[in-house]
């Protein structure tokens, strides 16, 4: 019956923040941003998704901040951000450019990795300066560009009006999700993860999306619903890589095989079998690899720091 905002140990407790810092966006709107890892290494940038919190990437910093400097954000109204009344894809957008202004040195370039709504953020901010200048190359985690809520299987029944009804009635609720019960898990299994989820993985993200204010879900939800990022995809213009799994119910693999075909610069696509919505829970160690393998290919200092620790080891 805990409410805790996160497990508390073992390898999904997310790890101390080197510091942390509040960044404020253009409409004011207050955003909190930890910092892992050496102050000089490559940097790596995280965007969760809808109902997740930084926590959420616990395993890939963990991990990744052993050699890059990795930068967490917490999207607005999420984890320890604030909510604010202003619900949208450019408030979204806004808060990406604060975050990468406030934390990369100019001209410096970084892998920005996005899950779910965070990968919309990086659609929905193609366009913007702070963008174009830091971003060396994308990862794309589960996401969609649009047509989220007709496409979404988490009502097992035929595609149609009826389906997308009930759809938009669920993720769109306004009630209190309550304590993280075995109930509750087996729910949110159902919902966002593949089958055969273990339970260490299916207790972190029940405690990561019970722990996001429900006004603060319904908000957002209304946002997904009318999503239209069409254009945004064809103005990524770095090198980007999809990951998604194949028993996605929320943005199923139609969604990455569009964005795949529309995007200047697909890099690979890769479909996880048996695997649902919240890949880097749940394939921690191929979203990790994904993202150093990026850094390691796009960022020059990335490259140079290998080389680097190559020569050290010999």
């Known amino acids: 019956m805990s409410r805790l905002l996160h497990v508390a140990d073992g390898p999904y407790a997310p790890p101390v923040p080197a510091h942390e810092l509040t960044v404020t966006a253009a409409d004011g709107a207050r955003i909190h941003v930890e910092v892992h890892g050496p102050e000089h290494a490559p940097a790596v940038v995280l965007a969760h998704g809808w ?13 990744l901040a052993a050699d890059h400097r990795v930068i967490a954000y917490d999207q607005r109204g999420h984890g320890r951000s604030p ?32 899950h779910s709504m965070g990968g919309m953020t990086l659609m929905a901010a193609a366009t913007r300066p702070a963008v174009r200048e830091h971003a060396a190359a994308v990862l794309l985690c589960s996401t969609g560009s649009a047509r989220l809520v007709a496409s979404a299987t988490v009502v097992p029944m035929r595609a149609g009006r009826v389906r997308t009804w009930l759809t938009r009635r669920i993720l769109g609720s306004r009630a209190p999700l309550g304590p993280v019960t075995p109930l509750a898990r087996r729910i949110l299994k159902y919902g966002t993860m593949g089958p055969g989820s273990n339970p260490l993985m299916v207790d972190a993200c029940a405690r990561i999306v019970h722990a996001c204010p429900s006004r603060v879900r319904h908000g957002w939800s209304q946002v997904l619903d009318l999503l239209d990022l069409d254009h945004g995809i064809r103005e990524l213009c770095m090198p980007v890589e999809i990951v998604v799994g194949t028993a996605d119910r929320l943005t199923p693999p139609v969604h990455a095989r569009e964005l795949a075909a529309a995007l200047p610069d697909c890099v690979g696509l890769t479909e996880l079998p048996g695997l649902g919505h919240m890949t880097p829970v749940e394939a921690p160690d191929l979203v990790t690899g994904k993202i150093r393998a990026l850094a390691a290919t796009y960022i020059p200092s990335a490259r140079g720091e290998r080389a680097v620790l190559a020569e050290e080891g010999a």
């Not at 009344?85 to 990795?113: F, K, N, Q, W």
């Open 83 to 114: 909510a604010n009344p202003a619900y949208g894809t450019e408030p979204l957008a806004d808060d990406l450019e604060a975050v990468l202004e406030a934390t990369l040195a100019p001209g410096e370039r970084a892998v920005i990795a996005g």
């Open 51 to 63: 109902c997740c919190s930084t926590a959420f990437w616990a395993a890939q910093i963990r991990a």
